[in-house]
């Protein structure tokens, strides 16, 4: 399959005159046309600095020191702003997590859709006034907001989050993106509400090839929705592999301690709510070593002081998403 956009070793510091913290560390992943990736992880593991990365949207003193994010031939990280400004919104559009803060309180839904035409006119030649208004009304519509034409005129606090959260999707979605990064788009929403959110990404999925990058710490959504995980921790990816892969075989310590936190509805295999000791380590704290060994209950005197290499395990049958992991546990075993 066509290779949308390929992250290679990208790594991300804050930097000060002391010194630079890394807080992204050899960071590689790569998107199929078509396909949905996910990042899972604790909060503060870097998932939505990957994002952030990728859009060129770092936060200040905070920067991509090596590597290289590839895009229709071009490194994002080298291009000139103009160029940026060009691909961001128009190839490659984002949901923020927040809607609430993404979203101008003094501006209306309407407005704030139409900008996205005002911004991209390339995508939109020939739309008069009427045609753009039509569109996103057709936008909000597609994305399950009732009455669309009413919420047009309303602004975001007379919406509920779910709304809103949907109004950011549209407003994604507004250009027919190839590429569609959704950073935690279900967060604190009802079940109802999230298999709404999910079933409009796989539709635009399947209608118009559009590949996603799906960030979520819920690996039940990510199981639901995508076709490949990467399971990041401490600002790297430990493990990674087609879904199926991931649940069926994990082979990383953090990965299978992750999945032993979700809880099992199933009658009868009701177990306690497990979840891991400690908390994932602030930036920088760990120089030597696999960052999860001061948690992992497995870890030997190698994992404290060598970080463990990528060991590619197999092929996957689906898709073809090689399985990956970098784990002395799994090393040994095999």
């Known amino acids: 399959m066509e290779t949308v956009l390929d992250v290679k070793n990208l790594c991300v510091s804050r930097l000060s005159k002391v010194e630079n913290i890394p807080i992204l560390r050899d960071i590689s992943f790569s998107i199929k046309k078509g396909s949905i990736l996910g990042l899972c992880g604790e909060s503060g593991s870097g998932k939505s600095m990957c994002a952030y990365s990728i859009m060129r949207l770092l936060p200040h003193k905070i920067k991509a020191t090596s590597g290289s994010i590839l895009y229709g031939g071009f490194d994002l990280q080298n291009i000139s702003e103009t160029k940026m400004q060009y691909f961001r919104g128009n190839k490659i559009s ?6 609430m803060t993404s979203l101008n309180p003094l501006l209306t839904i309407g407005y704030q859709l139409l900008e996205v035409i005002r911004l991209h006119p390339g995508k939109f030649l020939n739309f008069s006034r009427e045609n753009s208004k039509t569109h996103a009304i057709q936008m909000l519509e597609l994305c399950g907001i009732s009455d669309p034409g009413r919420r047009m005129k309303q602004y975001p606090h007379e919406l509920s989050g779910g709304m809103r959260q949907r109004v950011m999707i549209a407003m994604a979605l507004m250009t027919n993106p190839d590429l569609l990064i959704a950073d935690e788009p279900t967060t604190a929403l009802d079940a ?3 298999v709404q959110i999910l079933d409009i990404i796989k539709q635009f999925r399947k209608q118009y090839g559009m ?3 799906f960030i979520s ?10 076709d490949e995980i990467c399971v990041m921790y401490a600002g790297r990816i ?4 087609a879904t199926h892969d991931i649940f069926a075989n994990p082979c990383h310590c953090y990965t299978k301690a992750f999945l032993r936190t979700i809880p099992s509805f199933i009658p009868g ?11 994932v380590p602030m930036p920088g704290s760990i120089t030597d070593g696999c960052p ?6 497995e870890r030997t005197d190698l994992c404290c002081k060598v970080f463990p290499h ?10 073809a998403f090689d399985h990956t992991v970098a784990c002395h546990r799994f090393n040994q075993k095999i």
């Open 94 to 99: 984002m949901v923020f997590q927040d809607p």
């Open 192 to 194: 109802t509400i999230q």
């Open 310 to 319: 990528y060991i590619k395990i197999s092929n996957s049958s689906v898709n």
């Open 269 to 279: 295999k009701r177990k306690p709510l497990l979840a891991i000791p400690g908390s």
């Open 217 to 226: 710490h819920d690996l039940g959504v990510l199981s639901h929705i995508c």
């Open 211 to 213: 590949s996603v990058l």
């Open 292 to 297: 999860y060994a001061p948690r992992c209950e």
């Open 238 to 241: 430990c493990e990674s592999g």
